[in-house]
């Protein structure tokens, strides 16, 4: 496993499989152990899962790409787990085995009578219902549950759930670069809507595997500060929305009074707690150094994202903070505790509200969000420390 160790560089996720070998690139603030690298791997892409099917309008943009192909990675497996192999239950004609069909007996069969006058067929007319996996879909689906079991089951077994792979399934008889077509074609033919959901995923698998290998797909997301800011909102307990569509915005006032608007303004995430609320900006960031941490502009536009909120605020008692929110090893393992302005000769100056430095682990806010679960212990939010 690689760790994203270039500020530049913001992609994580697993970015090649050999077998069942996977290089991952792991988010700022993975743990350094190994055996706890591979545990945060394993949530890291249930996260990735989540982040995609809640997210899935962006599903068209490159960005979420990745994310997506890790989503119908679990899809598969969830409809395997679920359903087991494609199998389709067919009325067949038979003779002597089955429910009598009286009508086509009397029709086709010969009638002979008996001693006491009766009508005897010796051969009856039947049907019976077969119920096979061996059908096209099931047999391409088979092939690829065995594909990713063996290149991701490391990260898909809770999606696999009791279900035993399938081993030794029938040989597809055509080449798989004609695996697609065919399901295709057979898709017309089909009505239930789990038969046509699952042979558009088997179809989006095939084709995502032709550009990249057998068994070799891409999960990921390329900009990790994106689901680093969504898993932040989801996690932390006190969060607020709908506070953007309240915040005031530059416009450009003409001398008739006419007006054109200059943008809106847009937080990351509001936390209000305990009489205090906290603007928090989420930065996926080292924050190590400060050639590291956000740069002027930023530092500018947090204080007048605190400056806006104070416009909104009816409680004027209640405590207003700012803070970043930086990726870490552990929470309060940073750098730095705040950015204060300061004059030449180094006295703080006046008017400028200090912005604090939180740095929280990544590993708490990846298993929250990849459970469902909120951080309840914040102390880190809603009990910040006054400037010496």
Known sequence: MMENSRETVAWVGIARTVGSNATVFLPHGAPTDEVERKSFAVNLMKAIVRFSKENSRLGD?????????????????????????????????????????????????????????????????????????????????????????????????????????????????????????????????????????????????????????VGNVICGVSDFSTMWETMLRQTLDGVENGWNERLPGPRYIRPDGRYEDAGRMRLDVIVRKKGRTSILDAKYYRATTSGMAPNLADIMKQIVYQKAFETCMADQDEIIESAFVFPANETHAGQFDRIEFVSRAGVTSEGFPPIYCHYVSTSEIVMAYSARMKLKDQEWVTSLKAPA
């Open 61 to 213: 943009s490159r960005e979420m790409e990745g994310a997506t192909q890790a989503a119908l990675l679990s899809e598969l497996a969830l409809d395997y787990r679920d359903n087991g192999l494609f199998a389709t239950r067919e009325k067949i004609r038979t003779r002597d085995d089955g429910k009598p069909d009286w009508a086509r007996t009397l029709k086709n069969g010969t009638a002979f009578s008996a001693s006491n006058g009766t009508t005897v067929y010796c051969e009856i007319s039947t049907t019976r219902y077969s119920t096979f996996a061996t059908s096209l879909i099931a047999r391409v689906q088979a092939h690829i549950i065995q594909e990713i079991a063996e290149a991701h089951g490391w990260w898909l077994g809770q999606y696999f759930g009791a279900r035993e792979i399938p081993r030794g399934s029938s040989v597809v008889e055509w080449p798989r670069q004609s695996w697609s077509n065919l399901l295709r074609s057979v898709r017309h033919n089909l009505f239930q809507t789990r038969a046509i959901r699952l042979v558009q995923m088997l179809i989006d698998y095939l084709e995502a595997t032709a550009e990249t290998g």
